[in-house]
Structures are given as structure tokens and as C-alpha cells.
């Protein structure tokens, strides 16, 4: 009778051990280390126009079209965004939604959360779009690694660079950009191998 009740009570154990093994999460992977030429090496904390803090590299795992701006700009920023349009527009809808874009304000002092909103919504920009600010020194930081230039005049707008970068899912340099107003090929084709990879 003891040895009915020992494996009775060695057959409830096992079965409770299975279970609670069963019931553990599964612990994720974690993901491969960035390669050395990421643009997501860069650590800069950011802020989208929804007001959701996210980290340079929180669109790791697909492609992007990233560029930067300012959005009292009325005359070479919203041609950035229509070329980006442009670009998105070129391709195959499927190849188009596996695509983000990330607009980055190098004028953090006007661009509030507030005015990024309305500059969204102003540009046709959509759930795919994310328009950010953050801190002058991030700004900089994100500006050097695109090979964005740009500087404030004494009257407050801005001169700059009107690069659009092409990251592959590792945020790698795919292509680059500095045509304004329509589809640059070479980003068209860039997408459209990322996209399809």
C-alpha cells in the first residue's frame, strides 16, 4: 500500500514538473549583434508625434527611408517628403507596406510632439511614417551618421543637406538620395530589393 501511494505521488510530481514546463514562456532569442557599419550603432532616444518614446534602432528587422527636417520649413522639407511619397508610390503595394519611414527634426525647439502631429497629418503621413524629434546633441549625432549637414541661420530657418538614406533591416546604407521633387531610381530599386528579399 506505501508503494502504491510512493508511485502515485512519483507519477503526480512528474506529470506537476511537466506542466509547469510546459507553462513557462519561452525564452526569445535575443537578436544578433548590430554589424559594425549599423546606423543604428548610434544610441538616440527619440520622440514620435504620437508622443512614444522609441530608440533609433526600433525599426531593426525591416527597411527604411530616413531622412531629416524641419517643419516651419516651406520650400525644400516638404519636397523631401513628396519624393519619399514618390518613392513609396513607385513600387508594388506589397513591397510598399514592408517599408517604414522615419523623418527626424533637427529643430527640436519648434518641433513638438504637437506640431510633428500636425506636420503628419499636413504631409499625408500615414501609420508606415514616423516623425520624430529629440535633443539638439541627438540630433547632431543622427545628422553625422546619415551624412546630413545642416545649420541654423541668424534668422532661424535652416540650410541643409536634402539626403534621403535607403537602411536595409540591419540598418545598413542601401542607397542614398539628395534628388528632390520625384522617384529616384535608385532608391526605387533599393526598395524594391529589400522589400522582396
Not at 41 to 59: I, K
Not at 98 to 106: E, I, K
Request: net charge positive; glycine share 6%; charged share 20%.
Amino acid at each position: 500500500m506505501n508503494q502504491t501511494l510512493l508511485n502515485r505521488r512519483d507519477v503526480l510530481v512528474s506529470l506537476a514538473a511537466a506542466g509547469a514546463l510546459v507553462a513557462l514562456p519561452r525564452l526569445s532569442q535575443a537578436a544578433p549583434p548590430l554589424p559594425g557599419d549599423s546606423v543604428y550603432q548610434v544610441r538616440a532616444s527619440l520622440v514620435d508625434q504620437d508622443g512614444h518614446a522609441l530608440e533609433l534602432d526600433a525599426m531593426r528587422g525591416t527597411p527604411v527611408l530616413v531622412s531629416m527636417f524641419y517643419s516651419s520649413c516651406d520650400m525644400v522639407c516638404p519636397m523631401i517628403f513628396e519624393t519619399i511619397h514618390s518613392v513609396l508610390a513607385a513600387v508594388p503595394v506589397a513591397e510598399r507596406k514592408a517599408v517604414r519611414v522615419l523623418m527626424v527634426s533637427f529643430d527640436p525647439a519648434r518641433d513638438s510632439v504637437a506640431v510633428l502631429k500636425k506636420t503628419a497629418d499636413q504631409r499625408n503621413c500615414d501609420s508606415q511614417w514616423t516623425l520624430a524629434r529629440c535633443d539638439e546633441a541627438t540630433a547632431r549625432k543622427v545628422a553625422a551618421v546619415l551624412g546630413i549637414q545642416y545649420r541654423r541661420l541668424t534668422n532661424g530657418e535652416f540650410n541643409h543637406s536634402t539626403l534621403v538614406t535607403l537602411l536595409d533591416r540591419d540598418g545598413r546604407v542601401a542607397a542614398k538620395s539628395a534628388k528632390l521633387g520625384g522617384a529616384d531610381a535608385v532608391l526605387v530599386k533599393g526598395v524594391h530589393k529589400l522589400a522582396a528579399a
